[in-house]
């Protein structure tokens, strides 16, 4: 438990990590560089991008091998055909299967030495810790900084990011094409004007939360939830036992079930046990790995949130 318990802090540390980087400037606030969607739609090599860093970087060819420390980029590069590229993976990464093959390394903590030891043309990132961007650079290494995306036009951008620094452009398009899609048929199915259920979005069981400027509450406010987490204007607030108490969540969706947290430990905490969700049984565990990364999986997010947050659409 333990070992499950470091692995929540851990994702908790990077989220936050990477959300003070997308705060810092205008072009981290899109989740990716300022160049207009359009732009970024647009194949073929050489190519100039502008990255959450504001640096512009360019590519003269397509890689032929890629790093990505990041498990949502090792996602988008397989999603979008790219998978071959990739010749080392966050050491998080655990889909799709097809990755397992794939050396690890730690987008958390680093070793510049490991990675230039894999000879990539491109590493993706989405931390920069001891100045990892800036020696990768020394050895000639490009380098881009994807900032976490604040809403899911943001991941769509990320997603067209990705395609074109593969040069997998179109495959790229077409993923964000099919997710559009698949989401606007979700999305449908939930009458305009439907009783929006208050909801509680847990990080882990020091109440940190998803708010404002989280690709996580834009999926929220797509599907007309209350998020409970919304006047913080924070995009990952830690709440506390009362806030959350006095909101009386209807529906509390756990993304740490997996490092133990489950409705009867939930039911157990001073006081929630007078919570609506709590009562009516409204507690759901869904998999930090499918709603936590901003990839193609959160279609099937979307699919699981709705059943949760309006299960008569069900019956």
């Given at each position: 438990?333990?070992r499950?318990?470091?692995?929540?802090?851990?994702?908790?540390l990077?989220?936050?990590?990477?959300t003070?980087?997308?705060?810092?400037?205008?072009?981290?606030?899109?989740?990716?560089?300022?160049?207009?969607?359009?732009?970024?739609?647009?194949?073929?090599?050489?190519i100039?991008?502008?990255?959450?860093?504001?640096?512009?970087?360019?590519?003269?060819?397509?890689p032929?091998?890629?790093?990505?420390?990041?498990?949502?980029?090792?996602?988008?590069?397989?999603?979008?055909?790219?998978?071959?590229?990739?010749?080392?993976?966050?050491?998080?990464?655990d889909?799709?299967p097809?990755?397992?093959?794939?050396?690890?390394?730690?987008?958390?903590?680093?070793?510049?030495?490991?990675?230039?030891?894999?000879e990539?043309?491109?590493?993706?990132?989405?931390?920069?810790?001891?100045?990892?961007?800036?020696?990768?650079?020394?050895?000639?290494?490009?380098?881009?900084?994807?900032?976490?995306?604040?809403?899911?036009?943001a991941v769509y951008?990320?997603?067209n990011?990705?395609?074109r620094?593969?040069?997998?452009?179109?495959?790229?398009?077409k993923?964000?094409?099919?997710?559009?899609?698949?989401?606007?048929?979700?999305?449908?199915?939930?009458?305009?004007?439907?009783s929006?259920?208050?909801?509680y979005?847990?990080?882990?069981?020091?109440?940190y939360?998803?708010?404002?400027g989280?690709?996580?509450h834009?999926?929220?406010?797509?599907?007309?939830?209350?998020?409970?987490?919304?006047?913080?204007?924070e995009a990952?607030?830690q709440?506390?036992?009362?806030?959350?108490?006095?909101?009386d969540?209807?529906?509390i969706?756990?993304?740490?079930?997996?490092?133990g947290e489950?409705?009867?430990?939930?039911?157990?905490?001073?006081?929630?046990?007078?919570?609506?969700?709590?009562?009516?049984g409204?507690?759901?565990?869904?998999?930090p790995?499918?709603?936590?990364?901003?990839?193609?999986?959160?279609?099937e997010?979307?699919?699981?949130?709705?059943?949760?947050?309006?299960?008569?659409?069900?019956?």
């Amino acid at each position: 438990m333990m070992r499950s318990r470091s692995l929540a802090w851990l994702l908790l540390l990077v989220l936050l990590a990477v959300t003070a980087v997308a705060c810092s400037g205008d072009e981290e606030e899109t989740g990716g560089p300022a160049e207009t969607p359009e732009a970024t739609l647009s194949g073929g090599f050489p190519i100039t991008i502008t990255d959450g860093d504001g640096d512009e970087i360019t590519l003269a060819e397509a890689p032929d091998r890629i790093v990505a420390l990041a498990p949502s980029y090792v996602e988008v590069l397989f999603a979008i055909g790219g998978g071959d590229l990739v010749v080392a993976a966050d050491e998080n990464t655990d889909y799709p299967p097809e990755a397992a093959s794939l050396a690890t390394l730690s987008g958390f903590t680093p070793s510049v030495e490991a990675i230039v030891a894999e000879e990539p043309d491109v590493v993706l990132i989405s931390y920069d810790p001891g100045g990892l961007k800036d020696s990768l650079e020394s050895n000639g290494i490009a380098v881009f900084m994807l900032s976490t995306p604040d809403s899911l036009e943001a991941v769509y951008t990320q997603i067209n990011i990705i395609g074109r620094v593969s040069g997998h452009a179109a495959e790229a398009q077409k993923l964000v094409s099919d997710m559009r899609e698949d989401i606007a048929i979700t999305v449908a199915g939930v009458p305009e004007g439907a009783s929006a259920p208050r909801v509680y979005h847990e990080v882990d069981n020091t109440l940190y939360s998803v708010g404002p400027g989280s690709f996580l509450h834009d999926l929220y406010t797509t599907l007309q939830a209350d998020n409970i987490a919304a006047e913080t204007g924070e995009a990952y607030p830690q709440l506390s036992n009362e806030a959350v108490i006095a909101a009386d969540p209807e529906v509390i969706i756990l993304a740490d079930e997996a490092f133990g947290e489950s409705a009867e430990t939930v039911a157990a905490r001073p006081g929630w046990d007078q919570i609506s969700a709590v009562i009516s049984g409204r507690v759901h565990g869904v998999d930090p790995d499918i709603i936590s990364r901003p990839g193609p999986r959160l279609v099937e997010a979307l699919d699981l949130l709705v059943e949760y947050l309006y299960p008569e659409l069900a019956e």
